[in-house]
């Protein structure tokens, strides 16, 4: 939390310090709406924030956010100079220290049909990004055969852990596991989540073996460390459009797998989205691995062959 702390409104960051330990450790979402009610999301829950840092399900009874606490936020979010965050702000979210991410509303500046920027920001969605090691464990004997390893497809319908569960899936494979031997990690972070850069270095635990292409966007950047960095595996997030598709192809005609992760909560919606359809027709995978919200974030929904076929929960050691 002390990288989200550094950046909030005094009369903010003092409201939050007010919060039960219990709620803290399990913050998930951080809501602020010019005018409105603070709101928190934690675990499965969520609740207004009185000013005395308790928790309500009425809204009147919440702290109000204002348009000067607005102000000091984004000041202090693009550090008084909104020129520098202009491709952040056409994307609709920031991403700051530690990989956190602030999603963004208000109004939009279009130029010749495109939107160039948002101004007057109103409404902030601080999502706190966490670490969680080991996490990657149970589905890392699903991920090799024979040796080799496997093209895989994480699934995940929004704020399910699909982030967290890439991150470590990145620093076992670097690391080196009963499964396999310690191999190189190329990551294209297009939203600074995954590695939470700062000044190009890694600000959460990849690996020792991990090549990092910060704000990059996924398509280039994964021909760029395929040329440069000859990774054994590229791990991106989020691919959905057509140039990602293209690329996952020409990194697997290259030799290297990858690991990549959708929005969906099962195969076959994803599949009906023109460009994972046709990866996942033509086979591009071999894993599939569904998350859900079910026993908590993070719950293994379930995990398929390249055919659909539901694969058993047992831990076997990889060959390799």
Not at 270 to 275: I, K
Not at 288 to 313: C, E, F, W
Request: proline share 5%.
């Amino acid at each position: 939390m002390k990288e989200i702390v550094a950046i909030l409104p005094a009369a903010v960051r003092s409201i939050l310090a007010a919060l039960p330990a219990a709620i803290t450790e399990q913050l998930e979402e951080i809501r602020l709406r010019q005018n409105q009610p603070m709101e928190i999301r934690y675990g499965q829950q969520s609740g207004y924030v009185t000013p005395a840092g308790q928790l309500t399900s009425i809204a009147s009874q919440g702290w109000v956010f204002t348009a000067e606490h607005a102000l000091k936020l984004v000041n202090q979010i693009s550090q008084h100079s909104l020129y520098a965050l202009e491709e952040e702000l056409r994307r609709g979210y920031i991403t700051v220290v530690g990989g956190h991410r602030i999603g963004i509303a208000g109004k939009v500046v279009m130029e010749r049909g495109e939107v160039k920027g948002i101004r007057d920001v109103t409404s902030f969605n601080i999502r706190i990004a966490r670490e969680k090691k080991g996490v990657a464990y149970p589905v890392m004997p699903y991920l090799f055969a024979g040796g080799k390893l496997l093209n895989t497809l994480v699934i995940s319908p929004p704020q399910c852990g699909k982030t967290t569960l890439l991150r470590d899936m990145a620093r076992t494979i670097s690391y080196g596991s009963e499964w396999s031997s310690s191999r190189k990690v190329g990551i294209v972070d297009e939203r600074s989540e995954l590695a939470g850069c700062m000044q190009g270095v890694p600000q959460r635990d990849v690996g020792p073996r991990t090549d990092v292409l910060d704000a990059c966007p996924k398509a280039v950047g994964m021909m760029m460390l395929i040329r440069s960095m000859s990774p054994d595996v590229l791990i991106v997030d989020e691919v959905g459009r057509p140039e990602d598709g293209d690329a996952v192809w020409e990194a697997i005609h290259a030799g290297v797998a990858v690991i990549c992760s959708a929005h969906g909560a099962e195969v076959a919606e994803v599949a009906q989205r023109p460009m994972l359809g046709k990866l996942i027709r033509h086979g591009a995978f071999s894993r599939y691995i569904v998350l859900s919200r079910t026993n908590g974030v993070g719950t293994i929904q379930a995990i398929y062959d390249h055919s659909m076929n539901p694969l058993k929960k047992e831990r076997v050691p990889c060959s390799n």
